[in-house]
């Protein structure tokens, strides 16, 4: 057991990428096992997390009121927590930890930040020198490695912080070596990607800025004072601490400014992320540039970023006017699972259709929170965890493909189950988990979703559900077009089938689609308690009603 | 003997001047050493600031009569004095091996180098407007002379002519509007000019014609100076056209020195929040400026395609976030917002890494700087295309660089100064912020994304294979900027606290003046502790705002009254003691010719 268990996942990744921006260029074949070892660090923290997280520590809403000042992480259910002062003069803390939901946040980051680096190493010649194929990486290898590793930096940190300006420099941090790595490595129309992902997700985020130098300001505490991580009163009573903020905070409102436009700013900033209709299509473009790796890494952590950010901060900041918000929330769920469904099955581009999936599916996750029951909420969670793990599989394949055949047309394969069988196998358990057949992990958490919302938005739920049909038409239709049938091309006979490599990138994740399929609870324990407080705490809020005038 | 060691950084700085003009005469015409003349003037530059910084900061007042309405030393100064002198030190370092490949003869440049940062200092460090004009006059004079200084090169010719047919007239607009600033208070010192406004802005019917046209006057000239639109014009042209170390020392240090001057003289002068009653207030103006200024300079930084012109309209943005920081002072504690001078520090340091990492890729008299010759940079020079893209992304405001921290604690500063009303424009800074994004991020488009188009012969020197200059100082001083902007974002704690302390010092207090002049007049009738507060801004802004804001405007406002008044009293007193009762509490002064008003002075 590992000390600051956290500040090391977090920052691990980082020294490696100090040691390959250091190491003279003739050791250039050893950066990709650098990076992946520095990827391995988190992988095996994230097990002691796991391991050692007490579900039963949840926050519970009651106690939390009544708590005194000075803080007790215990109390608000975070673990393995690291605290101290950062930059006093603004009461700005390095303040890390865990509850459930970033627990599972945290395992899922680990995870797929790990198989996005061994989905970088090269498996044949690419086509185009220039750009390198879509799935291997040749050609400037320290500066895509030691990116990646920055990127996991600060994928992780978002999920860790408990600093509301930690969390925001994290954001931040995380989106310029991703901008690099779709701009550098990425495909034809890389740069319009790269920095279309870039406007939209700082356009996002410097509302939710606003938002934050706000309640920086005009939060004062409910009773007694801020603390400092050393215990000492902070400056001015003012604090970034996101358990103060959530929990002790009183805000003052002046002229238009409201709990509710600072609500709808950090959705805005969120739902770009997520990307919830109509702020989605910079996912499409950067998908299909960016290469294979990079996609695992977008669809299979970032998104998440998106809602869990609307957990972490709407949610328990701003709960009544969460639950003002929460038909909005489930409309916007709605629309994204069925839009983004019929996207899908127009598509041709084989990423792009998995690309337009992810966003049907993150609209499951919006809809389960919008539903405030236990099973929804648990839903939603669990969608995120679930929908991380069967995309990152998805695009995986998808990349497969893409080496062998150099294109990614739909229409243009056929009949590949005869060549390749295994990689078949592992896609017909893709996309089937992907469409929630029984007995894989996406069914769990879509008819969680489905059984919550219908307590809350019945008639909502009601069109989503039509999203499932959609999503079986489209994955068939797919299937069929891909694998069955004759074989449209005589070379696609010599197609090689998955190697050692793609197997073991590929294998972690089938068996957790399987595991979590039949026997969720190991994922749902870690989050249920810590969602059933924020639950009853938005619940509670909403019954009083959104606080009108400040003071 | 305490005002010579008082003086010092200005005579050091003045001394490397003279010094290097001495070296430069005794080596020979063609001596290959002469780069050391660059790294001497850095030094001394360099003494010169850190000596400002130990020295300055909380010193007593000069005890020379001459000096002690000349130049006012604290923290305030001391800390612009820094940034000033710590830009001209690279960019004498940037200039070593930039100009013999420039066929720049190095002796003059760097002299005037030198001098320019001296005059600098005389110009942040002014106590009245004489000195301030004369501060300015040298700092310019010797930038014009560095911006012609390439002469083989009919672009730098005419970026110096430019900058001195310009800057010349924006100096009359000084002097015009300092002599009308006379005119209506019948003083040159800035608290006495202070306290002469705020008399006559509050009675009734008070002359307004004069301080207005001298706020007109004043904005247009420090506008030039700071490369505020609509007084932009010039700074495109002359930031492409002049040798990169002399634009990076212009759109370092020259503005820092803008910036100074202007917070300290419309903060002083016209006595926020009350503004002196004009019917054109300050406030209003530098709103107009600040919005104009970041809305123009990003949109036409976007359709630009030279690397220097593009950080030429950076620098015009970055001086509308910064009008904006001056223009949103808290209305109870009338302080400058205490993000500026952080905002300045983390903007110099990323602008003279920029322009250093493109002085360097100037070599062989190559000059042109289009995007195109970025072209590939990561991959022929991987180190500078780093430091290029954290001074770029620095500038941008992307975490975790210096800019980032500028931004944010500006924005936040403006916000917390007065929510309801600041949002607005808060929201147009975040917007335009973006919008520059779209500019920085092409500049890395450029340097990341894009391979070099292959071409052969003589084309290889256009086509942006041109070999960098080889430069260990000039490599020390962007290194240092990289390092800077990292450093700021963060490790931040440090140079927020200095900038803190060195905004709640900007306001000359016309209360302190009066206390020099007579501290026991100062003692009685006092509610609340007046002069320069000790403590950070921060917390006695909470202070007062709990206390309730209307109350404490009142109070400071009476406070003021009441200083003036004692000021008043104590010079009737000195002037006729015994013969003459104090004066009525609100004398209309606006009016008053300068020695009238029956002082019998």
Same mark, same amino acid.
């Given at each position: 057991m590992i000390d600051h268990v956290l500040t090391w996942m977090t920052f691990f990744p980082l020294i490696g990428a100090a040691v390959i921006v250091a190491l003279?260029?003739?050791f250039k074949d050893a950066f990709k096992y650098i990076a992946v070892a520095a990827l391995a660090v988190p992988l095996v923290l994230a097990v002691q997390v796991f391991a050692g997280?007490? &579900?039963?520590?949840a926050a519970n809403g009651k106690a939390l009121r009544d /708590? /005194?000042?000075?803080?007790?992480?215990v109390a608000y259910g975070l673990q393995f927590v690291d605290h101290a002062v950062w930059i006093r003069a603004f009461n700005i803390e390095y303040f890390v930890g865990v509850d459930g939901v970033s627990a599972s946040m945290v395992v899922l980051s680990a995870l797929v930040s790990f198989i996005a680096g061994l989905a970088s190493f090269l498996v044949r010649k690419p086509v185009e020198p220039h750009h390198g194929s879509q799935a291997g990486i040749q050609v400037k290898e320290r500066g895509y490695y030691a990116l990646l590793l920055m990127l996991a930096t600060g994928m992780m940190g978002v999920f860790v912080a408990l600093d509301l300006f930690l969390f925001y420099v994290f954001w931040e941090v995380m989106l310029l070596p991703m901008y690099f790595l779709i701009g550098i490595w990425?495909?034809?129309?890389k740069e319009y990607a790269a920095i279309k992902f870039f406007l939209y997700t700082l356009f996002g985020s410097v509302l939710m800025l606003l938002a934050i130098i706000y309640m920086y300001y005009y939060g004062t505490p409910v009773k007694g004072d801020f603390l400092l991580a050393d215990g000492s009163a902070t400056a001015n009573r003012h604090t970034f601490n996101m358990m103060y903020l959530a929990h002790h905070t009183q805000y003052q409102w002046v002229s238009f400014i409201s709990g509710k436009l600072l609500w709808v700013l950090f959705f805005i900033g969120f739902a770009i992320k997520i990307p919830m209709f109509p702020f989605h299509t910079w996912l499409p473009d950067a998908h299909v540039e960016a290469p294979t790796a990079i996609s695992v890494i977008l669809a299979g952590v970032l998104l998440k970023m998106g809602t869990y950010g609307i957990l972490r901060i709407?949610? &328990?900041?701003f709960p009544a006017e969460t639950m003002w918000a929460s038909t909005a929330m489930a409309a916007f769920g709605m629309i994204n699972i069925v839009y983004g469904a019929f996207c899908a099955m127009a598509q041709k581009d084989f990423k792009s259709l998995v690309a337009y999936s992810s966003i049907s599916h993150m609209g499951f996750v919006l809809l389960g929170m919008s539903s405030f029951t236990q099973e929804g909420m648990n839903g939603a969670v669990l969608q995120m965890f679930n929908h991380g793990t069967i995309t990152a599989m998805m695009f995986l394949l998808v990349g497969a493909i893409y080496d062998r /055949?150099?294109?990614?047309?739909?229409? #243009?394969?056929?009949?590949l189950a005869k060549t390749m069988p295994v990689y078949t196998a592992f896609s017909g358990l893709a996309f089937f988990a992907a469409l929630g057949l &029984? #007995?894989?992990s996406g069914f769990i958490s879509e008819v969680l979703v489905f059984l919550g919302a219908f307590q809350t938005h019945r008639v909502l739920t009601m069109i989503s559900v039509s999203g499932v049909v959609l999503g079986a038409a489209y994955v068939l239709w797919t299937i069929h077009r891909v694998?069955?049938?004759?074989?449209?091309?005589?070379?696609?006979?010599h197609f090689s089938d998955l190697n050692w490599r793609e197997v073991a990138t590929l294998a972690p994740l089938a068996v957790i689609v399987i595991v979590l399929g039949f026997y969720p609870m190991p994922v749902l324990d870690l989050m249920s308690a810590g969602l059933g407080a924020l639950k009853d705490m938005v619940l509670a809020a909403g019954a009083a009603g959104v606080p009108v005038a400040g003071l | 003997m305490n005002d010579l060691l008082l003086c010092a950084p200005i005579l050091v700085a003045a001394g490397t001047g003279i010094l290097v003009m001495a070296l430069d005469l005794l080596? =020979?015409?063609? $001596?290959?050493?002469?780069?050391f003349l660059g790294v001497v003037t850095a030094a001394g530059l360099a003494i010169a600031a850190v000596l400002a910084v130990t020295l300055w900061p909380g010193a007593p007042a000069f005890e020379m009569s001459f000096l002690k309405g000349v130049l006012i030393v604290d923290g305030f100064v001391a800390f612009f004095s820094a940034l000033v002198l710590a830009t001209g030190a690279a960019a004498a370092l940037l200039a070593v091996d930039h100009l013999p490949e420039q066929g720049i003869e190095p002796g003059a440049f760097q002299t005037l180098l030198a001098f320019s940062a001296t005059g600098a200092l005389a110009f942040v460090a002014a106590a009245d407007l004489v000195t301030m004009f004369l501060g300015l006059e040298v700092m310019s004079l010797a930038v014009y002379a560095l911006a012609a200084?390439?002469?083989?090169s009919g672009f730098a010719t005419e970026a110096g002519l430019k900058y001195f047919v310009l800057g010349g007239l924006a100096s009359a607009f000084l002097l015009f509007g300092v002599a009308f600033l006379y005119g209506a208070t019948?003083? !040159?010192?800035l608290a006495g000019i202070a306290a002469g406004l705020a008399g006559g802005a509050s009675?009734? =019917?008070?002359?307004?014609v004069l301080p207005q046209v001298a706020l007109v006057l004043l904005l247009v000239a420090m506008g030039f100076k700071v490369a505020a639109v609509p007084f932009h014009f010039w700074t495109p042209d002359v930031y492409e056209g002049a040798p990169t170390p002399v634009t990076a020392y212009m759109a370092g240090a020259v503005k820092a020195a803008g910036f100074a001057v202007l917070s300290r003289l419309i903060l002083t002068v016209y006595?926020?929040?009350?503004? =002196?009653?004009?019917? !054109?207030?300050p406030a209003d103006a530098l709103l107009g400026l600040a919005v104009l200024t970041m809305v123009v300079g990003n949109v036409l930084g976007v359709v630009q395609d030279d690397v220097k012109r593009i950080l030429a309209y950076s620098s015009i943005a970055h001086a509308g976030y910064l009008l904006l920081g001056v223009w949103a002072?808290?209305?109870?504690?009338?302080? %400058?917002? $205490? =993000?500026v001078p952080f905002y300045l520090l983390a903007y110099v340091a990323a602008t003279v890494g920029a322009f250093g990492v493109v002085s360097l890729l100037g070599?062989?008299?190559?000059?042109?700087?289009?995007?195109?010759? %970025?072209?590939?940079l990561s991959k022929r020079h991987p180190v500078l295309a780093a430091v290029l893209l954290v001074c770029v992304l620095s500038l941008a405001g992307?975490?975790?660089?210096?800019g980032f921290m500028g931004k944010f604690n500006l924005f936040k500063a403006v916000l917390a100064a007065d929510p309801a009303s600041n949002v607005t424009w808060v929201v147009v800074a975040v917007l335009n912020s973006l919008v520059a994004l779209y500019y920085y991020l092409r500049i890395l488009l450029y340097a990341y994304f894009r391979e070099p188009e292959v071409v052969s012969g003589d084309d290889v020197a256009a086509a942006g294979h041109a070999p960098a200059i080889r430069s260990a100082p000039a490599w020390a001083a962007i290194g240092v900027a990289a390092l800077a902007s990292l450093y700021l974002g963060i490790l931040p704690g440090r140079m927020m606290a200095a900038s803190g302390s060195a905004a709640s010092a900007a306001v000359v207090r016309p209360d302190l003046s009066a206390a020099l002049a007579?501290?026991?007049?100062?003692?009685?009738?006092?509610s609340s502790p007046a002069p320069?507060?000790?403590?950070?801004t921060v917390s006695r802004r909470a202070a007062v705002r709990d206390a309730g804001r209307d109350a404490a405007r009142d109070a400071t406002r009476n406070d003021r009254d009441a200083a003036r008044n004692d000021r008043d009293a104590a010079h009737s007193r000195s002037a006729a003691p015994g013969t003459r009762p104090p004066r009525p509490p609100r004398p209309s002064r606006f009016a008053a010719p300068p020695a009238g008003g029956g002082s019998g002075r």
């Open positions: 003279p260029g003739r997280f007490d &579900p039963t520590l /708590a /005194a000042p000075g803080l007790d992480p990425g495909g034809p129309r709407n949610y &328990p900041m /055949a150099h294109h990614r047309n739909i229409e #243009g394969f056929g009949g &029984p #007995g894989l694998f069955l049938g004759p074989l449209v091309k005589e070379e696609y006979g | 080596s =020979g015409r063609d $001596d290959p050493r002469k780069g200084s390439k002469r083989s019948g003083s !040159l010192d009675s009734a =019917g008070a002359d307004r006595q926020a929040p009350s503004w =002196g009653g004009l019917p !054109l207030s002072t808290d209305p109870a504690t009338r302080a %400058l917002n $205490d =993000g070599a062989r008299g190559e000059e042109d700087m289009r995007l195109p010759r %970025l072209a590939g992307i975490p975790p660089f210096g007579a501290p026991a007049a100062l003692a009685p009738g006092k320069a507060p000790a403590s950070p």
